[in-house]
């Protein structure tokens, strides 16, 4: 089945060290999404691209940086890991497209600890 | 800015009918998107709207009133399953903006 997926699925760190966060997916997609999601705030989008040269600071963006190594490959990294970036982050896809084709698919999520 | 807005939590009985909420102000409209969500778990995909009216699918429905910035979201035949988080996400240009989410318990 084309899928989408995450790795690691949970990681502990600790304040200051860096680390990547890595999507895959075989659905084919052009599109891909990275969100966290904490108690209370939903999800919120990291940082977002459409194609293999093009990266776009979505809301939440401050403390991260991303890297599209192949259409299929999407990874977050965080720097300097702080004690509120602590989250379960999701990577998501979709098509190109209009209406429902924007619909997004969603990864099974890493969660992330800071301590 | 864009706010969307669902209610926090709500609980209903199995075999019932429940509604849920969405009340959306963004800076644009391409779309009303529900997901699914079990606890720890992706969200998934439950239905989209795009024009005025009601979409059903099986148990559930969907609604929307462009005018108003208005969706709802209505199950029937509640089952123990259907406890879960219902995500309101609206697409503005080519992104979703994602209400906070209603987090739906379903008793016995």
């Known amino acids: 089945d084309a899928d989408v997926t995450q790795t690691p699925r949970n990681r502990i760190t600790k304040t200051g060290k860096r680390i990547m966060l890595e999507c895959s997916q075989t659905?084919?997609?052009?599109?891909m999404y990275w969100y966290r999601q904490d108690p209370g705030l939903g999800l919120r989008l990291i940082y977002y691209s459409f194609d293999v040269k093009d990266i776009n600071k979505g809301e939440i963006s401050d403390g991260y940086s991303v890297s599209r190594q192949a259409q299929a490959k999407f990874s977050l990294s965080l720097e300097s890991a702080i004690p509120n970036q602590t989250a379960l982050y999701f990577c998501a896809t979709s098509r190109r497209g209009a209406g429902r084709d924007n619909e997004q698919f969603f990864g099974p999520g890493t969660r992330l600890t800071v301590l | 800015g864009q706010n969307i807005d669902q209610p926090t939590e709500m609980t209903a009985t199995e075999g019932a009918i429940v509604q849920i909420n969405c009340t959306y102000q963004t800076s644009g409209f391409n779309g009303l998107f529900w997901y699914q969500q079990h606890a720890g778990e992706a969200p998934t995909f439950l239905s989209y709207n795009v024009l005025d009216g009601l979409e059903e699918k099986g148990r559930f429905s969907s609604f929307l009133s462009r005018s108003k910035g208005y969706s709802y979201l209505l199950l029937k035949e509640l089952q123990m399953k259907d406890s879960a988080s219902y995500l309101c996400?609206?697409?503005?240009?080519?992104?979703?903006?994602f209400g906070t989410g209603t987090r739906l318990q379903v008793f016995p």
């Open positions: 996400a609206v697409r503005v240009t080519d992104k979703l903006i």
């Open positions: 659905k084919g997609h052009d599109r």
